[in-house]
């Protein structure tokens, strides 16, 4: 169980350490006011840039429109629910042509995926990357202090619907008693956690290991 000092913590260092505009809040009022298109491709062009950049010349602008509109009926099923009292598991039919419509699409994938699931309705769907998923040597998680003390157990997701599904399971089960975190969602916060605690040091981990490299 995490523990609310530390996970307060991980939020104030987000806020520090995430000094780029706030291309989060600009998607998100863009969204609001209309511009629905044009929040998403604003944020799958800086939050999921390192996928996105490969696909900007090809990208089928027209395919993704009707693929949003495609999912919606999904998103409505589902849109009175709560993080912390969804039955995840009752909802996968639901949940799943969501994840694979999006995932599918060059450029969004597994990542950017679980990012425009949040933004479309963020008071259930947590973002991921490959850093929070596993996908990185087991060693290196081995070093982080998140998982030396305890406080988290490694564990590898597959970038399938299913593998989706069991990290939000994962993420409900481990955050859900943290309610009282202010105004901002909790699934938002645990993002940002998983950030500061996980994608950054296993970022500067890959840098070290580029850095040695050139130099041998």
Do not use: C
């Not at 993704?64 to 629910?81: D, G, L």
């Not at 950030?195 to 130099?215: D, E, N, R, S, W």
Request: charged content about 25%.
């Amino acid at each position: 169980m995490i523990d609310i000092q530390k996970f307060n913590e991980a939020i104030s260092e987000f806020k520090n350490i995430e000094n780029l505009t706030d291309f989060y809040g600009l998607s998100n009022n863009l969204i609001k006011n209309g511009f629905e298109i044009e929040g998403y491709l604003l944020f799958l062009s800086t939050w999921n840039f390192a996928r996105f950049r490969y696909a900007m010349k090809s990208f089928n602008l027209e395919n993704f429109i009707e693929t949003v509109e495609k999912v919606k009926p999904y998103f409505e099923t589902i849109e009175n629910q709560s993080f912390y009292s969804i039955n995840f598991d009752d909802h996968y039919l639901s949940i799943e042509p969501i994840y694979s419509s999006f995932s599918s699409i060059k450029g969004i994938e597994f990542t950017g995926a679980s990012k425009l699931m949040h933004l479309m309705n963020p008071k259930i769907f947590v973002m991921w990357d490959d850093y929070i998923r596993g996908g990185k040597p087991r060693k290196d998680y081995n070093l982080l202090e998140i998982f030396n003390n305890g406080t988290l157990e490694y564990k590898k997701y597959p970038t399938n619907s299913n593998g989706y599904l069991s990290f939000l399971k994962d993420m409900q089960s481990r955050f859900r008693h943290l309610e009282s975190l202010g105004p901002k969602l909790l699934t938002k916060s645990i993002d940002e956690f998983n950030y500061v605690y996980i994608t950054l040091p296993l970022q500067a981990i890959g840098k070290k290991k580029k850095k040695k490299k050139q130099v041998v």
